[in-house]
């Protein structure tokens, strides 16, 4: 089946630096990915939908210049987190509809 | 646009017997249902899915059963075990073509031994 590799799995910064996330496909190309953040004991919310070649689109209330995603290639998108403060500690997720949905496996960010 | 609500949001069970999760969904457009598995700290991981051509879904000891007319779908877990216990959740979706997911809240399922 399909894999995303999802890097790192966990990441602890400074308050006021940036954090990259990665999310490879291994098998198969992603023309979309979905990046999800899902706080403890909540749903998965959706973050924003990357395209390869084009511009990401973000939903309601997530600040693009704060969470900016690149999808440069068929195999990679990434999310920065810029400028992180402690609020934006959380589980990040990408999602590629491939074979249902596959997900990667997760960053769990934490800002001190 | 879609909204999935999901019902309870904790079931407590004991070792052996069934658990059923339900959800409603509002956009009588989507066509996909699926459900996921996600222990602490990890990826949700598809347990069962059914499509809206479909009433009815089983996978051993899972069961997905739609109502398009309703709008509700649910998750049937029958002769539950301790490492059923984790968070599910339902989701809908317009397809699997670059179509979201719009998730439901999420049912933590706690058995008891």
């Known amino acids: 089946g399909a894999v995303v590799s999802q890097h790192p799995s966990r990441v602890i910064c400074k308050s006021g630096t940036s954090v990259k996330i990665e999310c490879r496909s291994l098998d198969f190309q992603a023309t979309t990915m979905f990046w999800y953040r899902q706080f403890p004991k909540q749903s998965l919310m959706l973050m924003a939908t990357s395209n390869e070649g084009s511009k990401a689109t973000y939903e309601q209330g997530v600040e693009k210049d704060k969470f900016l995603i690149n999808h440069a290639s068929l195999t990679l998108s990434t999310l920065t987190v810029t400028s992180a403060h402690p609020e934006d500690s959380s589980f990040y997720i990408c999602?590629?509809?491939?074979?249902?949905?596959?997900f990667g496996s997760g960053t769990r960010l934490t800002v001190v | 646009g879609e909204n999935v609500e999901q019902h309870p949001s904790t079931l407590s069970v004991q070792e052996g017997d069934s658990a059923v999760i339900k959800c409603t969904y509002s956009d009588s457009a989507s066509n996909y249902f699926p459900w996921y598995k996600q222990e602490l700290g990890k990826r949700p991981q598809l347990i069962i899915d059914i499509r809206s051509n479909v009433g009815e879904k089983k996978d051993q000891r899972i069961a997905v059963t739609l109502n398009k007319t309703a709008k509700h779908f649910s998750l049937h877990i029958t002769e539950t075990q301790p490492e059923d216990s984790a968070v599910y959740f339902c989701a809908a979706s317009m397809g699997d073509s670059n179509y979201q997911l719009i998730w439901g809240a999420g049912t933590k399922l706690i058995i008891k031994p």
């Open positions: 999602s590629a509809p491939v074979y249902g949905y596959t």
